[in-house]
């Protein structure tokens, strides 16, 4: 998979913000805002890598004081404009650009560091983990989390079925990437090549029936980069296969508002002093 299908530009952040992220991403942004806000001291400066459009840098700011400076960064602008929009009034929080193999920050320099679903994401995974550990300070946390695999997240797998289903051959293939990457002990070596120590994880799982089938499809199809293998290929129109993903959600799990269960592990760990 090329590097830009993995960028989230043009219309995917606001789908992914007005569809995924009810659905998705705020149980763990509240998660890993409560987990946070227990190990880093009131005054402090944090850095969150891979915000995307501000859902979990607006959990942290809701649960760590305001004397606690926020500094989300992303590498998609587009996904920044979206954070800005809507969450740009947050106090004490910047949004800058920032690749997270190369972070544009000193050595030592924040308390905490913090990456909600970005690291499945990361072509080097050992330097933007090690790049994390570079700018935070000796003894701070260092936490983020990744999706456990599709048997957890079965939903994403009964879209990507649907999806592969309009192409006879070279089919859309994102939605394999963020399930593609939880291997527990596989990451806790990673954390120790990175030097991080008191090393642990927890696995989290959520359940919802919130949201009707259309709304989960729109999502799953149109939130992420899967829409622009779609339009590449132009093999079918994306709203078509939105409503077939949708049919099948409902078949599936045998209702216009299903039941769906996700699951991700949280990896949290101190830099050596």
Not at 91 to 115: G, H, I, S, T
Request: aromatic share 10%; with cysteine; glycine share 4%.
């Amino acid at each position: 998979m090329s590097a830009k299908h993995t960028t989230f530009d043009g219309s995917i952040p606001d789908q992914y913000d007005k569809y995924l992220g009810p659905l998705i991403f705020e149980f763990s942004a509240k998660d890993m805002a409560e987990r946070v806000s227990t190990k880093i001291p009131a005054k402090s400066q944090v850095l969150e890598v891979a915000c995307g459009t501000g859902i979990s840098t607006e959990y942290l700011r809701n649960f760590l004081p305001e004397t606690t400076s926020i500094i989300a960064t992303d590498l998609v602008e587009a996904m920044l404009a979206v954070a800005r929009k809507k969450r740009g009034s947050l106090p004490n929080v910047e949004y800058k650009v920032a690749d997270a193999q190369d972070l544009p920050f000193e050595d030592e320099r924040f308390d905490a560091v913090v990456c909600q679903f970005g690291i499945m994401f990361f072509p080097d995974k050992l330097k933007g983990l090690s790049e994390m550990v570079r700018v935070a300070k000796p003894g701070s946390l260092i936490a983020f989390n990744v999706w456990d695999s599709v048997e957890h997240n079965k939903v994403f797998k009964v879209v990507q079925d649907v999806v592969e289903n309009f192409f006879e051959s070279d089919p859309p293939e994102f939605l394999k990437v963020p399930f593609g990457y939880y291997d527990i002990e596989q990451i806790k070596e990673l954390m120790h090549k990175a030097e991080l120590t008191k090393i642990e994880s927890h696995i989290v799982s959520a359940t919802t029936e919130d949201f009707d089938a259309h709304h989960i499809a729109e999502g799953c199809v149109t939130g992420n980069p899967t829409i622009t293998e779609i339009n590449e290929r132009a093999h079918a129109d994306s709203a078509t296969i939105v409503d077939a993903a949708a049919a099948a959600i409902e078949k599936t799990f045998g209702s216009k508002k299903p039941k769906l269960s996700f699951q991700e592990i949280v990896f949290t760990g101190i830099k050596s002093a």
